[in-house]
């Protein structure tokens, strides 16, 4: 019995000076069950990556690193810097900035002139009363009603008629040869699209269509920065672009049209194709935080990024449109049905 108490206790001093002098053994986890990647990945919790430390290349996976040791530094940035910005990215950074909007749409990478805020807010509301009571019925009626080739005949109507207004701001923005372009546009599709219901100078010419605008125009001669302000009926401005709208007023041909039934209903009709276009955001403008600061944003970066184009047509260092936002692409074609 003493012999078997004295090997007990010697294999148990064996054991315990092993335990001492190896190193420390890790602690095995049961075998958890096989779980697919997309569930997994919806059950784990949110963590901050930016906050964990990244182990160099040539380290170990389970090597201990110091938060904002050189090595950390070094894998970060390689981490970030290898990635190629896709063409998206670049476009957002474009417009907005190079950090990305909050997702309450406050702000951008742009400063936004708005220190008429509160009358703005109250015209705004004054003009979403008028658009869902009147404007955007009449519009999804149209769309219901009147087929899609023959909308589309009227977008080009309206688009025709307003190229004499383009050509007259391509000139004073002194681009001759975009001017003398839509000039062309103009005649070809008056006389062989049937007064511009047809666009035989896009289709068949290749001939570019370009907008411009006095606002555009009174960018392009150094009138950079102006403020926001919204009209009533009228919709998103700034001071400089509702000056403009005055010029532009002036020239449209619609205003020497002298007999005042047709000039109100060829309005009309203008307002409720433009308005039809718009059917599909909606849904987008509804669903908003604030669909005051959305429409705001949005229309200013929109008018920086033409006026940014117009200055780019004259070689100053701006970078290019991208193509699906130049304004040298036919007019969109209208919807077939509204979206919800």
């Given at each position: 019995?003493?012999?078997?108490?004295?090997?007990?206790?010697?294999?148990?001093?064996?054991?315990?000076?092993?335990?001492?002098?190896?190193?420390?053994?890790?602690?095995?986890?049961?075998?958890?069950?096989?779980?697919?990647?997309?569930?997994?990945?919806?059950?784990?919790?949110?963590?901050?990556?930016?906050?964990?430390?990244?182990?160099?290349?040539?380290?170990?996976?389970?090597?201990?690193?110091?938060?904002?040791?050189?090595?950390?530094?070094?894998?970060?940035?390689?981490?970030?810097?290898?990635?190629?910005?896709?063409?998206?990215?670049?476009?957002?950074?474009?417009?907005?900035?190079?950090t990305a909007a909050p997702a309450d749409g406050q702000g951008s990478g742009a400063t936004v002139l708005d220190p008429w805020e509160p009358m703005n807010r109250r015209v705004h509301a004054f003009n979403n009363a008028i658009d869902r009571a009147v404007i955007r019925p009449v519009a999804r009626a149209y769309v219901n009603v009147v087929p899609q080739p023959l909308?589309?005949?009227?977008?080009?109507?309206?688009?025709?008629?307003?190229?004499?207004?383009?050509?007259?701001?391509?000139?004073?923005?002194?681009?001759?040869?975009?001017?003398?372009?839509?000039?062309?546009?103009?005649?070809?599709?008056?006389?062989?699209?049937?007064?511009?219901?047809?666009?035989?100078?896009?289709?068949?010419?290749?001939?570019?269509?370009?907008?411009?605008?006095?606002?555009?125009?009174?960018?392009?001669?150094?009138?950079?920065?102006?403020?926001?302000?919204?009209?009533?009926?009228?919709?998103?401005?700034?001071?400089?672009?509702?000056?403009?709208?005055?010029?532009?007023?002036?020239?449209?041909?619609?205003?020497?049209?002298?007999?005042?039934?047709?000039?109100?209903?060829?309005?009309?009709?203008?307002?409720?194709?433009?308005?039809?276009?718009?059917?599909?955001?909606?849904?987008?403008?509804?669903?908003?935080?604030?669909?005051?600061?959305?429409?705001?944003?949005?229309?200013?970066?929109?008018?920086?990024?033409?006026?940014?184009?117009?200055?780019?047509?004259?070689?100053?260092?701006?970078?290019?449109?991208?193509?699906?936002?130049?304004?040298?692409?036919?007019?969109?074609?209208?919807?077939?049905?509204?979206?919800?």
């Amino acid at each position: 019995m003493n012999r078997l108490l004295t090997s007990t206790a010697l294999v148990a001093a064996l054991a315990t000076a092993g335990c001492a002098s190896a190193p420390a053994a890790r602690e095995v986890a049961p075998a958890a069950p096989v779980v697919p990647v997309a569930a997994a990945l919806d059950a784990a919790p949110a963590v901050a990556t930016d906050t964990l430390p990244v182990p160099p290349a040539e380290a170990p996976v389970d090597a201990p690193m110091a938060e904002g040791s050189p090595a950390a530094a070094t894998a970060d940035t390689s981490a970030t810097s290898d990635a190629p910005a896709t063409p998206a990215e670049d476009d957002f950074a474009a417009i907005y900035g190079d950090t990305a909007a909050p997702a309450d749409g406050q702000g951008s990478g742009a400063t936004v002139l708005d220190p008429w805020e509160p009358m703005n807010r109250r015209v705004h509301a004054f003009n979403n009363a008028i658009d869902r009571a009147v404007i955007r019925p009449v519009a999804r009626a149209y769309v219901n009603v009147v087929p899609q080739p023959l909308r589309a005949g009227v977008t080009n109507f309206f688009d025709n008629l307003g190229s004499p207004l383009a050509f007259a701001n391509l000139l004073l923005q002194g681009r001759p040869g975009e001017a003398v372009e839509m000039l062309g546009r103009f005649l070809v599709n008056t006389t062989f699209g049937i007064g511009g219901l047809f666009d035989p100078a896009g289709k068949q010419l290749k001939m570019h269509r370009h907008s411009a605008d006095f606002g555009r125009t009174l960018a392009r001669w150094g009138w950079q920065q102006s403020r926001y302000v919204e009209l009533p009926f009228l919709g998103p401005h700034t001071l400089r672009d509702a000056l403009g709208e005055v010029g532009d007023i002036s020239m449209s041909p619609l205003s020497y049209v002298e007999e005042d039934r047709t000039r109100i209903s060829l309005q009309a009709l203008r307002l409720t194709d433009l308005r039809a276009g718009l059917l599909s955001i909606d849904a987008l403008r509804e669903a908003a935080p604030d669909e005051y600061v959305l429409t705001r944003d949005a229309w200013l970066a929109r008018r920086r990024y033409l006026v940014e184009g117009d200055r780019s047509h004259r070689n100053e260092g701006v970078d290019a449109l991208p193509e699906y936002m130049m304004e040298d692409e036919p007019a969109a074609t209208p919807p077939a049905q509204p979206k919800p």
